[in-house]
């Protein structure tokens, strides 16, 4: 009896382990980084919707690359885009969008590096190949 009870204490001291080590606060560039892949993923999201509004497919293509300077640019542009404002998700796209472009300038401007200033990738990403198996 007493191995079991030993086995559940450790059990539950490597549970507590688990869960604390995973309520680490996420870093400046971890925080950028996840907000810029969902926007990017609620956009194409957007894109595709059947109700979505026709004037959501005028507007800028919005892939974002963290660590391209135009991205700055190019979330300027979307947030400041004038039409399609009466689509509820457009909007709260475009509020994310603000969000990033605050965080990015003011929040973590000394803790991002950026890698390139190639606007045009940001207009035609490179897809990665996944082959099939």
Known sequence: KIPTTKMLLSLIALLSYALVANTAPPTCYS???SLSKE?????KELQTSKAVDSCVTMMPRLYLDIHNYCVLAKLREFVAYPTCDRVLEVSELKEKAR???TIMISYCRRDLVFLTDD???LESPIVPH???S
């Open 31 to 33: 925080r950028v980084l």
């Open 39 to 43: 926007i990017t993923e609620s956009f």
């Open 99 to 101: 969000s990033l472009y």
């Open 119 to 121: 606007c045009n990738a």
């Open 130 to 132: 996944i082959e099939s």
